[in-house]
């Protein structure tokens, strides 16, 4: 077996156990996103005012609910928020002038990651509790990160030598 051939199989071999390495090492790293518990209505009269139950993981004056978005019978209306010190929270929040029976959903926004889904229909005049899904996004680690760093530099310089004998 020629030596040109001998470097590239095990070249081929260093590659393959880096990337098995790098997939074992994947992880779930939870995104922490805030996640609607509970719409209750409590509105007098024509008056439509609810309250929001909201869990979000850790808040802080640099982490927390800032925008709350609640879609009545398919309009929707912002409220604005200031930082959270617990967790879960609750907030009550005038939606104006509403008529009859509309259905009700809640979706909330971490400044840092993001918009929750919505939360399941309520009608109007009812108390809806949604599940919190509990899914994260994939992530890596900072060792498969570097171990694939130091494994490229690896390759890279014996393909530089390899390259230069030549």
Same mark, same amino acid.
């Not at 209505?41 to 802080?60: C, D, E, F, V």
């Not at 927390?64 to 604005?80: A, C, L």
């Given at each position: 077996? @020629?030596?040109?051939? +001998? =470097?590239?199989?095990?070249?081929?071999?260093?590659?393959?156990?880096?990337?098995? &390495? +790098?997939? /074992?090492?994947?992880?779930?790293? +939870?995104? $922490?996103?805030?996640?609607?518990?509970?719409? *209750? $209505?409590?509105?007098?009269?024509?008056? !439509? #005012?609810? #309250?929001?139950?909201? @869990?979000?993981?850790?808040?802080?004056? %640099?982490?927390?609910?800032?925008?709350?978005?609640?879609?009545?019978? !398919?309009?929707?209306? *912002? /409220? @604005?928020?200031?930082?959270?010190?617990?967790?879960? /929270?609750?907030?009550?929040?005038?939606? !104006?002038?509403?008529?009859? $029976?509309?259905?009700?959903?809640?979706?909330?926004?971490?400044?840092?990651?993001?918009?929750?889904?919505?939360? %399941?229909?309520?009608? +109007?005049? &009812?108390?809806? &509790? &949604?599940?919190?899904?509990? *899914? !994260?996004?994939?992530?890596?680690?900072?060792?498969?990160?570097?171990?694939?760093?130091?494994?490229? /530099?690896?390759?890279?310089?014996?393909?530089?030598?390899?390259? =230069? %004998?030549?």
């Amino acid at each position: 077996m @020629s030596s040109v051939f +001998a =470097r590239k199989v095990v070249l081929a071999t260093a590659c393959l156990v880096v990337v098995s &390495t +790098a997939v /074992f090492f994947v992880g779930i790293a +939870a995104a $922490n996103i805030p996640q609607v518990l509970q719409i *209750q $209505n409590i509105s007098q009269g024509s008056a !439509g #005012r609810i #309250r929001l139950q909201i @869990s979000h993981s850790l808040p802080s004056s %640099t982490h927390y609910v800032d925008i709350i978005e609640v879609d009545i019978g !398919g309009q929707t209306k *912002q /409220f @604005s928020q200031e930082p959270q010190s617990s967790d879960p /929270f609750t907030v009550e929040l005038d939606l !104006g002038q509403i008529q009859g $029976n509309p259905s009700i959903r809640a979706r909330a926004h971490c400044n840092l990651h993001g918009w929750s889904d919505w939360s %399941t229909y309520a009608v +109007a005049g &009812t108390t809806t &509790t &949604t599940a919190a899904s509990g *899914q !994260g996004i994939p992530g890596f680690p900072w060792e498969s990160i570097m171990l694939g760093i130091g494994v490229g /530099f690896v390759a890279l310089s014996l393909i530089g030598r390899h390259t =230069r %004998t030549q």
